[in-house]
């Protein structure tokens, strides 16, 4: 049993190396935001707002700003060019977050999770303006174990009417002004979208509220009939061209009989829209709507309106900055951007295919090992005992399932690479639907394996299957290939998202030629066991040690159930369970495994037992070894070998820490540390830097090679690799005696001198602050933007290992700092 468990956990580990080698080399993509005023009718020197909405990732927060700013986390800001045309009322302020209490913080932390808003009160002061600035917030995820920084560039222009005495339509429907016989018009609302723009191809937007019981004339109907259409009017364009022509967005039709036709009109509000295509990078788009407005009630129509506007525009001409590559923008650093010294060549640019489907078919073995896969292997079994009345047939149905398996996860996979990419399979593994879902089924499988029901399909539809078996039974065994993968695609999911990832690019025949490996390794152990139940009809049906097998399955399934629930937990912020809950439940569940096995428990359909057998005996032993291994994780031990299974350490209630040896090393260079009396600090007594430079300076004195730790004030995650792997002695030691040490903090907003600031040219923003340099600095020459992060380089700024990002494995971080330090010395 220990050399088998030896070999899965090679191969789960070669296949989860497999994923973060992917993972690790990707930029992660921001939030979609949305920036509107409120209302759309504006009105010079009345109050409006600035309204700005978040489309978070599944699995991802962001962090409010009405909390104690000192706890730690970097509270959302909005930070306004200098007004023009407007004056700010009131603060930035977050609408409606969540509440939660964290332990790394010891404090309320607010936060928003799925969507988000913040909103800036102001008051136009002018008829048009324009505002622009930088929205600074965080981003974080419980689950993958990063966080990251951004800050949001905005510009929203508006327009503003002067407040006028124009009567308007009350609740009857048709108020005029008795004295002056005026009629009011519509309200209109005229815009510039996207806002801001951002490409060379906008669309200019006409929306009208129009008085109750009245109507206006759209413009796509026969002019000769009678009415007046609508129409747009622009002054001489400078700087933008029109792109086809005015257009009524879903008018009404009716047949009017006093036109003897068809007339297409709007009812309570309207739309046209006009695209144009920007010539320049700035201008002012002029022009006048003409339209009529009639009153079926009154019997009148209104003489043509008139609506003036003016709306001034601003385009960076820059495909790089459209709306579609918002998006995708941390996806698109170039190799001209990094730094030619320093090379980090992602997995999938230099390996051939079938390099490539040989991880991919390793990846499928281990993949059976997963929690959501290895229960199903008694479905199967049951499923094809007794279907088969020859050998021969048996294995023509095992072989028809196997290509089932293969067919639905190649034909799946790709369809998902081609059109959805690698965040689908992120939705299935993360989202709480699927996951809820899984936790009810196998809390269902494991009652039915302790005995509590019998699993039997209607007398119907088992008669239905057999009349099938004797055409062959093609649907049945599909429809058993289709379930497996469904319910096995929850763990399976992040597996196969790493080979999806080279559909990022366009590639259709690498996802396939993966998916295909994947699949064969998957299915290959399936098929095996679809021939098996021949061989399993001469074993006993109940009782004797088959029904031992059952229960010992359904604990296992009982305790695997509660992992869906807590990823659902994590993503979604529930507080159901937390570390301390997760291991109570385990410990009680497995603690009822070992007494089972040694006879002190007996189950329905249990045989009386005088005595246990040895491999019995010893799988007990095992079980309460297993309990006793996580009791320490009650009082805050880390369970390296549960890492993959636990939350996460920050969920914890009660940590016990012993002492650690703080004591400060040694100033190589014997001169300031820079930025040190921010303060900034490196924890656990490890002598480091804070400025890349001065720490390679040090390294080369010291002769020791460099490791950069990109870090952050308000990252939970590089705390609790701070708290749960560096204080390991070994770990400790290494970065105390093999390494110089420079931390990186990207969220450090300590401007720097002019003299120092510079225009990156990843983005082509000027970067002022200490942080925004830090983080500039790791994009353009890591490609990445996740926090932690770890990178070891020699003296002449080479890599020494592939960079590391948050992982709570003891050994394996020690295993990076042997590897990385063993390479520095060979090269020396």
């Known amino acids: 049993m220990t050399k088998a468990k030896g070999k899965s956990g090679k191969l789960l580990l070669l296949?989860?190396?497999?994923?973060?080698?992917?993972?690790?080399?990707?930029?992660?993509?921001?939030?979609?935001?949305?920036?509107?005023?409120?209302?759309?009718?504006?009105?010079?020197?009345?109050?409006?707002?600035?309204?700005?909405?978040?489309?978070?990732?599944?699995?991802?927060?962001?962090?409010?700003?009405?909390?104690?700013?000192?706890?730690?986390?970097?509270?959302?800001?909005?930070?306004?060019?200098?007004?023009?045309?407007?004056?700010?009322?009131?603060?930035?302020?977050?609408?409606?977050?969540?509440?939660?209490?964290?332990?790394?913080?010891?404090?309320?932390?607010?936060?928003?999770?799925?969507?988000?808003?913040?909103?800036?009160?102001?008051?136009?002061?002018?008829?048009?303006?324009?505002?622009?600035?930088?929205?600074?917030?965080?981003?974080?995820?419980?689950?993958?174990?990063?966080?990251?920084?951004?800050?949001?560039?905005?510009?929203?222009?508006?327009?503003?009417?002067?407040?006028?005495n124009t009567?308007?339509?009350?609740?009857?429907?048709?108020?005029?002004?008795?004295?002056?016989?005026?009629?009011?018009?519509?309200?209109?609302?005229?815009?510039?979208?996207?806002?801001?723009?951002?490409?060379?191809?906008?669309?200019?937007?006409?929306?009208?509220?129009?008085?109750?019981?009245?109507?206006?004339?759209?413009?796509?109907?026969?002019?000769?009939?009678?009415?007046?259409?609508?129409?747009?009017?622009?002054?001489?364009?400078?700087?933008?061209?029109?792109?086809?022509?005015?257009?009524?967005?879903?008018?009404?039709?009716?047949?009017?009989?006093?036109?003897?036709?068809?007339?297409?009109?709007?009812?309570?509000?309207?739309?046209?829209?006009?695209?144009?295509?920007?010539?320049?990078?700035?201008?002012?788009?002029?022009?006048?709507?003409?339209?009529?407005?009639?009153?079926?009630?009154?019997?009148?129509?209104?003489?043509?309106?008139?609506?003036?506007?003016?709306?001034?525009?601003?385009?960076?001409?820059?495909?790089?900055?459209?709306?579609?590559?918002?998006?995708?923008?941390?996806?698109?650093?170039?190799?001209?951007?990094?730094?030619?010294?320093?090379?980090?060549?992602?997995?999938?640019?230099?390996?051939?295919?079938?390099?490539?489907?040989v991880l991919a078919f390793l990846a499928g073995l281990a993949a059976l090992l997963t929690p959501c896969v290895f229960p199903m292997i008694p479905m199967t079994v049951s499923f094809f005992t007794g279907r088969a009345g020859s050998k021969a047939t048996g294995i023509r149905n095992a072989i028809i399932y196997g290509l089932s398996i293969i067919a639905i996860y190649t034909i799946a996979g790709t369809a998902v690479a081609a059109i959805q990419g690698p965040e689908f399979a992120n939705w299935l593994a993360t989202h709480w639907l699927p996951n809820l879902f899984f936790f009810g089924i196998f809390i269902f499988f494991a009652l039915a394996f302790l005995g509590m029901f019998e699993i039997t399909l209607p007398s119907s539809f088992v008669n239905k299957i057999d009349e099938k078996s004797e055409k062959g039974g093609l649907t049945g065994i599909f429809f058993m290939a289709f379930t497996l993968v469904l319910v096995s695609f929850s763990c399976t999911g992040p597996i196969v998202g790493s080979i999806l990832i080279s559909s990022a690019g366009g590639e259709l025949i690498k996802p396939i030629l993966?998916?295909?490996?994947?699949?064969?390794?998957?299915?290959?152990?399936?098929?095996?066991?679809?021939?098996?139940?021949?061989?399993?009809?001469?074993?006993?049906?109940?009782?004797?040690?088959?029904?031992?097998?059952?229960?010992?399955?359904?604990?296992?399934?009982?305790?695997?159930?509660?992992?869906?629930?807590?990823?659902?937990?994590?993503?979604?912020?529930?507080?159901?369970?937390?570390?301390?809950?997760?291991?109570?439940?385990?410990?009680?569940?497995?603690?009822?495994?070992?007494?089972?096995?040694?006879?002190?428990?007996?189950?329905?359909?249990?045989?009386?037992?005088?005595?246990?057998?040895?491999?019995?005996?010893?799988?007990?032993?095992?079980?309460?070894?297993?309990?006793?291994?996580?009791?320490?994780?009650?009082?805050?031990?880390?369970?390296?070998?549960?890492?993959?299974?636990?939350?996460?350490m920050s969920t914890q209630q009660f940590k016990m820490t012993g002492g650690l040896n703080t004591e400060a090393g040694e100033n190589i260079l014997g001169e300031p540390v820079k930025y040190a009396d921010i303060p900034l600090e490196i924890p656990h007594g490890i002598q480091g830097y804070f400025d890349y430079e001065q720490a390679m300076r040090a390294a080369k004195k010291a002769n020791k090679p460099l490791l950069i730790d990109f870090?952050?004030?308000g990252c939970v995650n590089c705390r609790k690799m701070e708290e749960n792997v560096w204080v390991d002695p070994q770990v400790l030691k290494r970065l105390k005696e093999d390494f110089v040490m420079v931390a990186l903090y990207i969220d450090e907003r300590l401007e720097l001198p002019e003299s120092e600031w510079y225009t990156s040219e990843y983005d082509n923003k000027v970067k002022k602050t200490l942080g925004k340099q830090n983080a500039d600095f790791q994009i353009t020459r890591f490609q990445n933007n996740a926090q932690p992060y770890y990178v070891i380089l020699d003296h002449n700024e080479n890599l020494l290992a592939q960079p590391k990002g948050y992982d709570t494995d003891i050994q394996a971080f020690i295993d990076y700092l042997d590897g990385a330090k063993e390479k520095f010395e060979q090269s020396n």
Request: hydrophobic share 40%; glycine share 8%.
């Open 15 to 164: 296949a989860l190396l497999f994923f973060s080698f992917y993972a690790q080399a990707q930029i992660i993509a921001p939030p979609k935001w949305t920036v509107s005023i409120e209302p759309k009718n504006l009105v010079q020197g009345e109050e409006a707002t600035l309204v700005f909405e978040a489309q978070i990732p599944i699995g991802w927060y962001i962090y409010a700003n009405d909390f104690n700013p000192d706890l730690g986390p970097i509270l959302a800001t909005l930070k306004l060019d200098n007004p023009a045309g407007y004056e700010l009322k009131g603060g930035f302020t977050a609408i409606d977050p969540k509440t939660k209490y964290e332990d790394i913080w010891e404090g309320d932390v607010k936060y928003f999770i799925g969507k988000g808003r913040f909103e800036q009160s102001f008051v136009p002061k002018s008829t048009s303006g324009k505002i622009s600035g930088t929205l600074e917030y965080q981003m974080c995820s419980d689950v993958t174990g990063q966080c990251v920084n951004y800050d949001e560039e905005i510009e929203v222009a508006f327009t503003a009417k002067q407040e006028t």
């Open 167 to 357: 009567p308007v339509f009350g609740e009857a429907g048709q108020q005029e002004s008795a004295e002056l016989g005026i009629v009011a018009p519509p309200k209109w609302t005229i815009s510039l979208e996207p806002s801001p723009v951002h490409s060379d191809e906008a669309t200019l937007v006409f929306d009208a509220q129009i008085p109750i019981g009245w109507y206006i004339y759209a413009n796509d109907f026969d002019p000769k009939l009678g009415p007046i259409l609508a129409n747009l009017k622009l002054d001489n364009p400078a700087g933008y061209e029109l792109k086809g022509g005015f257009t009524a967005i879903d008018p009404k039709t009716k047949y009017e009989d006093i036109w003897e036709g068809d007339v297409k009109y709007f009812i309570g509000k309207g739309r046209f829209e006009q695209a144009i295509l920007l010539k320049a990078d700035s201008g002012t788009i002029q022009g006048t709507v003409e339209y009529q407005m009639c009153n079926d009630i009154t019997g009148k129509c209104t003489p043509p309106f008139e609506e003036d506007f003016e709306i001034p525009f601003q385009s960076s001409n820059s495909t790089n900055t459209s709306a579609d590559s918002d998006e995708n923008l941390f996806n698109e650093v170039g190799e001209e951007n990094a730094d030619s010294s320093i090379e980090i060549v992602p997995i999938q640019e230099n390996e051939s295919l079938l390099g490539f489907m």
């Open 514 to 648: 993966g998916m295909f490996a994947f699949s064969l390794a998957f299915a290959i152990p399936f098929t095996l066991f679809a021939i098996f139940p021949e061989w399993m009809n001469r074993l006993p049906k109940s009782g004797g040690w088959l029904n031992s097998v059952k229960v010992v399955l359904g604990f296992l399934e009982l305790a695997l159930a509660f992992k869906f629930l807590s990823i659902a937990d994590l993503v979604y912020h529930w507080g159901i369970l937390d570390r301390d809950i997760f291991l109570i439940i385990w410990i009680v569940i497995f603690s009822g495994l070992g007494l089972y096995l040694l006879g002190k428990i007996r189950l329905p359909h249990d045989s009386p037992m005088e005595t246990i057998g040895v491999p019995r005996l010893l799988l007990a032993l095992f079980t309460f070894m297993f309990v006793l291994y996580m009791i320490p994780g009650l009082f805050g031990a880390p369970l390296k070998y549960l890492s993959g299974y636990l939350p996460p």
């Open 711 to 713: 870090t952050g004030h």
